[in-house]
């Protein structure tokens, strides 16, 4: 049985590329953006899935998760959105419950 796992480079390529897309749209809506970097993934995991290649893609969506996540700090209103639940402002934590 031959083994297969993306070669790190391509996969620091791909990322590099995505880094410098979600720069570009940082002044984007928040729903394109999204949009656009699940079929991103959607398309690298289709390419890349094969046996024995899940650490790989396990590393690939941690990278770009953190990049959305730093992306999605830069918008704190869509944030709100997206989670649900509005920031206190002495302490910057999240309620457990959405305030009515």
């Known amino acids: 049985m031959v083994l297969r796992k993306t070669i790190g480079k391509r ?20 729903t394109d953006t999204t949009e656009w970097l699940q079929s991103v993934v959607r398309g690298y995991f289709r390419y890349h899935a094969i046996p024995y290649n899940e650490e ?26 997206i989670l649900g ?10 309620d457990s419950a959405p305030v009515p």
């Open 85 to 94: 639940a509005p920031r206190e402002p002495a302490t910057g934590r999240r």
């Open 11 to 30: 996969m620091a390529a791909k990322l590099k590329k995505i880094r410098q897309q979600l720069r570009a749209r940082l002044h984007a809506r928040t």
């Open 56 to 81: 790989r893609l396990k590393a690939f969506r941690h990278e770009v998760l953190h990049m959305w996540w730093w992306q999605l700090r830069r918008h704190p209103l869509d944030v709100e959105q």
